[in-house]
């Protein structure tokens, strides 16, 4: 990886400290961010729920609200459908408490992964008809699910559906109600996570009742969690979502959240977008991962705390199948790269296997893009289907080229870089041909070097409390966001201990100025020497933090090192 550090004129930075009313420091940080106008910055650096867009630039927020109501005011049950993910499952127990707060009638349903599959279906609309549902919201599905909708407008249900992905068609039905920023002309901001989604429909049904907004926010965590866990830019109003929701969760309304923090030992602690993405997320995730979404669902409603103990409990054991699974499906697909002609030569990777869970290689494709620097096909076979997950890189839109193939899928859908499809088994030979196909139309992009951009030349021993505060400020912290990079030189990293699968983490302690400091390093066991007594170290860093038993202190997170050079 190429580090990149670019200097900022002294003079600007003290023009901007001045201009903004900051620190030298966090002026720095904010120029390196691309921020010039006092304006923008104040808006940066004070994400406040009074800077909401209004939830009726969606052109058909009215009519869907308008539904809601109705069916309040009748007495007739609503559903919630919800996908498996954890932005699914946030998004549609976000709807659920907010709706009861005002007295709708209201349930939820959420699909399991292996037998149900992505997006609404018949058998569903069929068990809500069973039971009495007059409307169904979809939430972060649904947006290709025509013959669905109007397959429950047979049986007298009407769906809402809410969704962030992209449209398989060109033009959306003019008869179907739907909220999804990525299909509207008027709502500005495209990147809101599904349960970002769920949240502005709440917001127009609360504005349209004149209804008290604290109802509402008081469950931010929960729409918090599902917006980090998505990977959605960490600005505008998801950047007032993380904010809020992080400050929610301290004295969070969820019972099994607190048990879930306590467990995770974050409970009391100055909890971080990583935090949620690391440790809270997968073990949501793994229930749905392994074919049990709706207890997923679940935990976030149950108040009874033998029940709440025993979902947490099968969340551990899921998440500890769910690493077994990855690693050796990481092995053996990394073992399929390798045999492949000219491993070191690939524009891409399209692997497949009967013996791989379909709801673990998503994760593992991820790695394998990270690792290799490539767009990746994952495919999970089984009974003549083939399932597949794709994650791309920067500059090759995985979605458009699943789209200019459609005639060979099942089905498809997704975003530019993470996107999936289903196909008959029989076809993968030729789908991998167009797919070949249309990567090379984007050959231009591949293989390109990565780059680590450094904000800041600064020893660790020059870290204060001041820099961590300036650099909060400007958190949370994500894509379109990066957590502030600093320098130093000439470090020795001591007293390791390796952790994670494959030992792929450590921490230890930063030795400068015969001075220790505690450090974590994720995914960069590979880079430490095995003489490493005697080694100096450069290394990107930044701090963070950490409360322990009530006791305050600082850790530094490694994001790169390599062999000082003297």
């Not at 005011?73 to 707060?101: C, H, M, P, Q, S």
């Not at 992505?118 to 699910?145: E, P």
């Amino acid at each position: 990886m190429h580090w990149e550090y670019k200097t900022v004129s002294e003079n600007l930075i003290e023009t901007k400290a001045s201009q903004w009313s900051v620190s030298k420091f966090l002026a720095t940080l904010l120029l390196k961010k691309g921020f010039l106008e006092k304006e923008e910055v104040d808006n940066f650096l004070n994400p406040s729920i009074n800077k909401f867009r209004n939830p009726f630039d969606f052109e058909m927020m009215d009519s869907v609200v308008e539904k809601i109501v109705s069916a309040r005011n009748n007495g007739e049950k609503l559903f919630i459908y919800g996908d498996y993910d954890v932005d699914g499952i946030t998004a549609a127990i976000f709807l659920v408490l907010a709706f009861r707060e005002i007295g709708i009638d209201i349930d939820y349903y959420i699909p399991n992964r292996m037998d149900e599959g992505y997006g609404l279906d018949k058998k569903t609309i069929d068990y809500i008809h069973k039971n009495s549902g007059k409307l169904v919201i979809t939430v972060d599905t649904g947006v290709n699910s025509y013959e669905d909708v109007e397959y429950a407008r047979t049986l007298g249900i009407e769906v809402i559906v809410t969704d962030h992905h992209k449209s398989v068609k060109d033009e959306e039905e003019d008869n179907i109600l739907f909220i999804n920023p990525k299909l509207s002309d008027n709502y500005k901001f495209k990147f809101l996570a599904g349960a970002g989604v769920a949240l502005k429909v709440a917001q127009g049904v609360y504005s349209y009742l004149n209804e008290d907004f604290s109802k509402l926010y008081q469950f931010m965590d929960v729409i918090m969690i599902g917006t980090v866990a998505d990977v959605v830019p960490m600005f505008d109003e998801n950047r007032i979502i993380i904010s809020r929701g992080l400050e929610t969760l301290k004295n969070t309304k969820i019972k099994g959240l607190v048990y879930l923090m306590k467990y995770l030992k974050l409970y009391n602690k100055d909890i971080s977008t990583t935090d949620i993405s690391y440790f809270v997320s997968p073990l949501i995730n793994s229930l749905g991962r392994l074919g049990n979404s709706k207890l997923g669902a679940d935990f976030f409603m149950k108040t009874d705390d033998f029940e709440i103990y025993n979902i947490i409990e099968e969340m551990k054991k899921a998440n500890k199948q769910r690493r077994e699974l990855e690693r050796m499906i990481f092995d053996e697909a990394n073992k399929m790269i390798q045999q492949k002609d000219n491993p070191n030569d690939l524009k891409y990777i399209f692997v497949a296997s009967e013996r791989w869970h379909p709801g673990v290689i998503g994760v593992v494709a991820s790695r394998l893009s990270v690792k290799y620097n490539l767009p990746v096909a994952m495919i999970s076979l089984k009974d003549g289907l083939a399932k597949a997950s794709c994650r791309s890189i920067p500059g090759v839109n995985i979605f458009n080229i699943l789209k200019l193939i459609e005639n060979r899928l099942i089905r498809f859908g997704g975003h530019d870089l993470a996107a999936g499809f289903i196909a008959d088994e029989k076809n993968l030979p030729e789908i991998e041909l167009l797919f070949q196909r249309e990567i090379q139309v984007h050959e231009h992009n591949i293989n390109q070097p990565k780059f680590l951009e450094i904000d800041l030349e600064l020893p660790i021993d020059k870290i204060n409390k001041q820099n961590i505060n300036d650099i909060k400020k400007l958190g949370p912290f994500g894509l379109e966001n990066k957590h502030p990079y600093f320098l130093d030189r000439g470090v020795k990293i001591t007293d390791t201990k390796f952790f994670g699968i494959e030992n792929r983490h450590f921490n230890g302690f930063l030795l400068k100025n015969g001075k220790s400091y505690p450090l974590v390093a994720f995914d960069l066991s590979a880079k430490l020497h095995k003489n490493n007594k005697n080694m100096l170290y450069d290394i990107v860093y930044y701090p963070e933090k950490i409360i322990n038993k009530g006791e305050e202190f600082y850790q530094f997170r490694l994001k790169d090192l390599k062999s000082h050079k003297i």
